[in-house]
């Protein structure tokens, strides 16, 4: 990568151009002068649009380095410059202290980025492609000190609008583009974006018991049949018993109208009334004043079907700001917010504005951190975002911002749909699952117990897209599969649920390995003693695989007695003996399949992964002679010595292997050489450690194929297993 042209910033001549213009509403007037480094990217109009003929080059743009933040916060003078500082100092990121990052700076980088693109219909109408229309400038620091952050032209110096920035008023919301936002989806998106992810509340029971705010009579009402609604989705706080609500002594008189009026309602309650009024609407479901919550809630319509409630509102409002049920809605009340835009004029009739996707300020938020809203946002069909002083729209199709024009029914994808978690369900089942789960264990809970029942509205979803039952949040039709999850952070137990479930430990886990091959039969044991095989032919349709060969096998250990309290997995495996090597590590983690699904149709993932991603490391395992023979992520530390021998639970087999698994492999003295393409090159194996007969699961690790000979004693052993 090429380095700055400019030595600390000093002496620096300015470009030969140098002008001055009307500057924007709010912004002070400066005179227009690119450093020789900023020059050197030839910034110009017709770079940020792609031409027909030349989507297949939108991002082959080399990355272009830009200097030492150091050098660049000197550079006062140019206003590309300007725009990165601006960048850096919005969403800094920790520095080591006594650091040379910290007396020097990151280096800052700018690369091209394909952005807005078209939809359109192929020949035969039925596959959709996404045609590249414009770009915009990536912006990110090495070492990552600060957020990546975007410019973009603004619209009014394109030949088009569309993808490009817009200037927001700076003293109101414009509410009818809001409206037009939803409009726009219900009208052109079809029954992707508005056919419920559950069943129609008509079918659940005619929804009888469903109660609403009516926002023009101000008070609590049962649901008119087939009436339309939006949902409200907020933190209650840790002051939730300043918050007001429905009681069994209050609810008659909130029926009456405008008794909502004399209440002392929450800031962001408040706000969302005076919000669905300005859209045009009428009723809003919110939990605190629609469930009454000093009764058994939990033989209510509203707690037994709030998935539901949510997957049928035509909108879904999202507090993502603040901490608490007074955080309120910036932008719906007069001077609730600042509106703030970066735009700097970088050369002739060429203004660009800083920006940064929704995804990531909503990432940072403490409402994207709880687990229970998880599925509020994940079933909507529609969600209005509240977060960081700007309003974003998003379906399952597209996003909308305040600040980016995008309101077009042609407008498919941008940039600023990266990373929105409502795609998922467009994919593959299999990856519908992998990716809901790896989204939601990167929340918390305040009670850890909670763990299935705030995912139960998504498992429903999933159960039926799968066509099959859920056992402790995994898919029975694919469990050969889904027992294959890894955390690159070190987990924590959770109590009370089993270790071979992802429920069982606290943590975001996720899944790096292709579908396997297995020769299990599976069953399942319930607490009262009563055993149920998984049926293999559902396993085996899965995917149209068919059981691999058993690797060999010593006599087969007499069956253990079932204890009755515990859930089990019960089945026949073999399983061998290795050591783990501390000195044999590895710390390259490819993206996941959740980070390139959300990703699509971006030809660079930008999809960022939990901030946690370096915290374990895959750690080596060697045989009886000494051999590397494969690698294990643990899912905490050990409370046996490394130096233990440990026993493994022979899984699956894998028809892939890693660049680094075959490498290893091919030091190995043994003739085990092109593992790459050959079936079962690769074991999946289940490191455990042994409670009163019953196996826990401590880690998922993979062994090369002829590491089995290599076990130390007492060698492969073939087991009835009871796995809890």
Same mark, same amino acid.
């Given at each position: 990568?090429?380095? $700055?042209?400019?030595?600390?910033?000093?002496?620096?001549?300015?470009?030969?151009?140098?002008?001055?213009?009307?500057?924007?509403?709010?912004?002070?007037?400066?005179?227009?002068?690119?450093?020789?480094?900023?020059?050197?990217?030839?910034?110009?109009?017709?770079?940020?649009?792609?031409?027909?003929?030349?989507?297949?080059?939108?991002?082959?743009?080399?990355?272009?380095?830009?200097?030492? &933040?150091?050098?660049?916060?000197?550079?006062?003078?140019?206003?590309?410059?300007?725009?990165?500082?601006?960048? @850096?100092?919005?969403?800094?990121?920790?520095?080591?202290?006594?650091?040379?990052?910290?007396?020097?700076?990151?280096?800052?980088?700018?690369?091209?980025? #394909?952005?807005?693109?078209?939809?359109?219909?192929?020949?035969?109408?039925?596959?959709?492609?996404?045609? @590249?229309?414009?770009?915009?400038?990536?912006? %990110?620091?090495?070492?990552?000190?600060?957020?990546?952050?975007?410019?973009?032209?603004?619209?009014?110096?394109?030949?088009?609008?569309?993808?490009?920035?817009?200037?927001?008023?700076?003293?109101?919301?414009?509410?009818?583009?809001?409206?037009?936002?939803?409009?726009?989806?219900?009208?052109?998106?079809?029954?992707?974006?508005?056919?419920?992810?559950?069943?129609?509340?008509?079918?659940?029971?005619?929804?009888?018991?469903?109660?609403?705010?009516?926002?023009?009579?101000?008070?609590?009402?049962?649901?008119?049949?087939?009436?339309?609604?939006?949902? !409200?989705?907020?933190?209650?706080?840790?002051?939730?018993?300043?918050?007001?609500?429905?009681?069994?002594?209050?609810?008659? /008189?909130?029926?009456?109208?405008?008794?909502?009026?004399?209440?002392?309602?929450?800031?962001?309650? $408040?706000?969302?009334?005076?919000?669905?009024?300005?859209?045009?609407?009428?009723?809003?479901?919110?939990?605190?004043?629609?469930?009454?919550?000093?009764?058994?809630?939990?033989?209510?319509?509203?707690?037994?079907?709030?998935?539901?409630?949510?997957?049928?509102?035509?909108?879904?409002?999202?507090?993502?700001?603040?901490?608490?049920?007074?955080?309120?809605?910036?932008?719906?009340?007069?001077?609730?917010? #600042?509106?703030?835009?970066?735009?700097?004029?970088?050369?002739?009739?060429?203004?660009?504005?800083?920006?940064?996707?929704?995804?990531?300020?909503?990432?940072?938020?403490?409402?994207?951190?709880?687990?229970?809203?998880?599925?509020?946002?994940?079933?909507?069909?529609?969600?209005? !975002?509240?977060?960081?002083?700007?309003?974003?729209?998003?379906?399952?199709?597209?996003?909308?911002?305040?600040?980016?024009?995008?309101?077009?029914?042609?407008?498919?994808? $941008?940039?600023?749909?990266?990373?929105?978690?409502?795609? /998922?369900?467009?994919?593959?089942?299999?990856?519908?699952?992998?990716?809901?789960?790896?989204? %939601?264990?990167?929340?918390?809970?305040?009670?850890?117990?909670?763990?299935?029942?705030?995912?139960?509205?998504?498992?429903?979803?999933?159960?039926?897209?799968?066509?099959?039952?859920?056992?402790?949040?995994?898919?029975?039709?694919?469990?050969?599969?889904?027992?294959?999850?890894?955390?690159?952070?070190?987990?924590?137990?959770?109590?009370?649920?089993?270790?071979?479930?992802?429920?069982?430990?606290?943590?975001?886990?996720?899944?790096?390995?292709?579908?396997?091959?297995?020769?299990?039969?599976? %069953?399942?044991?319930?607490?009262?003693?009563? /055993?149920?095989?998984?049926?293999?032919?559902?396993?085996? @349709?899965?995917?149209?695989?068919?059981?691999?060969?058993?690797?060999?096998?010593?006599?087969?250990?007499?069956?253990?007695?079932?204890?009755?309290?515990?859930?089990?997995?019960?089945?026949?495996?073999?399983?061998?003996?290795?050591?783990?090597?501390?000195?044999?590590?590895?710390?390259?983690?490819?993206?996941?399949? &959740?980070?390139?699904?959300?990703?699509?149709?971006?030809?660079?993932?930008?999809?960022?992964?939990?901030?946690?991603?370096?915290?374990?490391?895959?750690?080596?395992?060697?045989?009886?002679?000494?051999?590397?023979?494969?690698?294990?992520?643990?899912?905490?530390?050990?409370?046996?010595?490394?130096?233990?021998?440990?026993?493994?639970?022979?899984?699956? $087999?894998?028809?892939?292997?890693?660049?680094?698994?075959? @490498?290893?492999?091919?030091?190995?003295?043994?003739?085990?050489?092109?593992?790459?393409?050959?079936?079962?090159?690769?074991?999946?194996?289940?490191?455990?450690?042994?409670?009163?007969?019953?196996?826990?699961?401590?880690?998922?690790?993979?062994?090369?194929?002829?590491?089995?000979?290599?076990?130390?004693?007492?060698?492969?052993?073939?087991?009835?297993? &009871?796995?809890?």
């Amino acid at each position: 990568m090429p380095a $700055s042209n400019d030595k600390n910033g000093e002496g620096i001549e300015p470009a030969p151009f140098c002008l001055t213009k009307q500057p924007i509403a709010g912004h002070e007037e400066k005179p227009l002068a690119l450093c020789n480094t900023c020059r050197a990217l030839n910034l110009t109009v017709e770079k940020f649009l792609v031409s027909l003929g030349d989507e297949g080059q939108v991002n082959n743009d080399q990355s272009r380095q830009l200097g030492s &933040l150091f050098d660049i916060r000197r550079k006062t003078f140019c206003p590309f410059c300007r725009l990165v500082v601006k960048a @850096a100092a919005r969403s800094p990121l920790p520095i080591p202290p006594n650091s040379s990052i910290e007396k020097q700076g990151p280096m800052c980088y700018v690369r091209w980025l #394909i952005d807005g693109q078209q939809q359109d219909r192929t020949k035969n109408h039925k596959e959709l492609e996404y045609l @590249a229309r414009t770009r915009r400038i990536h912006l %990110y620091s090495e070492p990552k000190a600060f957020g990546d952050a975007y410019l973009v032209l603004l619209a009014d110096d394109a030949p088009s609008p569309l993808f490009f920035g817009r200037i927001m008023p700076r003293d109101a919301t414009d509410f009818p583009l809001l409206r037009q936002w939803s409009s726009l989806c219900e009208r052109c998106h079809g029954l992707v974006c508005n056919e419920p992810l559950t069943p129609k509340l008509a079918e659940i029971n005619g929804s009888r018991g469903l109660r609403l705010v009516d926002v023009e009579q101000l008070c609590v009402v049962s649901a008119p049949p087939g009436c339309r609604y939006l949902a !409200l989705s907020y933190l209650w706080g840790p002051n939730a018993r300043s918050h007001f609500r429905a009681t069994t002594e209050n609810i008659d /008189i909130l029926g009456v109208p405008y008794s909502l009026a004399k209440a002392e309602l929450s800031r962001t309650i $408040s706000d969302a009334i005076v919000l669905v009024t300005k859209l045009g609407e009428r009723y809003l479901w919110v939990d605190s004043l629609c469930l009454i919550i000093n009764s058994k809630v939990e033989n209510s319509f509203e707690a037994i079907h709030v998935d539901a409630i949510y997957a049928n509102a035509c909108l879904t409002i999202i507090a993502g700001t603040g901490t608490d049920h007074n955080a309120g809605l910036p932008g719906v009340q007069s001077d609730s917010r #600042i509106v703030q835009q970066e735009i700097e004029e970088c050369g002739f009739n060429l203004r660009l504005m800083l920006t940064y996707l929704a995804e990531d300020y909503l990432r940072s938020s403490e409402w994207n951190k709880r687990g229970w809203t998880f599925q509020e946002r994940l079933l909507s069909k529609r969600c209005l !975002l509240f977060v960081n002083g700007r309003i974003y729209f998003q379906c399952r199709q597209t996003t909308f911002s305040e600040d980016i024009v995008g309101e077009s029914k042609e407008a498919g994808w $941008s940039l600023d749909s990266t990373g929105m978690p409502s795609r /998922i369900f467009r994919g593959p089942p299999s990856l519908q699952y992998i990716s809901a789960v790896q989204l %939601y264990t990167q929340r918390k809970l305040t009670l850890e117990s909670d763990i299935l029942r705030a995912f139960e509205g998504v498992a429903n979803v999933l159960e039926r897209h799968m066509e099959t039952s859920f056992l402790y949040g995994l898919p029975e039709s694919m469990l050969d599969y889904a027992l294959l999850w890894e955390s690159t952070q070190q987990l924590r137990r959770r109590p009370n649920f089993p270790s071979w479930s992802w429920a069982g430990w606290v943590g975001e886990v996720q899944w790096n390995v292709p579908p396997p091959r297995t020769w299990i039969a599976w %069953y399942k044991q319930y607490a009262n003693g009563s /055993i149920i095989s998984i049926p293999q032919e559902i396993l085996v @349709a899965n995917g149209g695989l068919t059981p691999a060969p058993l690797p060999s096998s010593a006599n087969l250990i007499p069956r253990l007695p079932f204890p009755p309290a515990l859930p089990l997995l019960h089945f026949r495996a073999n399983t061998a003996y290795f050591c783990i090597d501390t000195h044999d590590t590895s710390t390259d983690f490819e993206p996941s399949q &959740l980070q390139r699904s959300l990703s699509f149709p971006s030809q660079v993932p930008t999809t960022q992964t939990s901030t946690s991603l370096q915290f374990n490391h895959r750690l080596g395992l060697k045989g009886a002679n000494g051999t590397w023979c494969g690698t294990i992520l643990l899912n905490s530390n050990l409370t046996e010595p490394v130096q233990k021998v440990h026993e493994f639970i022979v899984l699956s $087999s894998s028809p892939s292997v890693t660049a680094e698994e075959q @490498a290893r492999c091919e030091q190995v003295e043994d003739g085990e050489m092109e593992l790459a393409g050959k079936p079962g090159a690769v074991y999946n194996v289940l490191m455990v450690e042994w409670k009163n007969s019953i196996a826990i699961r401590v880690g998922l690790g993979r062994i090369c194929r002829n590491a089995l000979s290599r076990s130390f004693e007492p060698g492969v052993t073939r087991k009835d297993i &009871l796995l809890g």
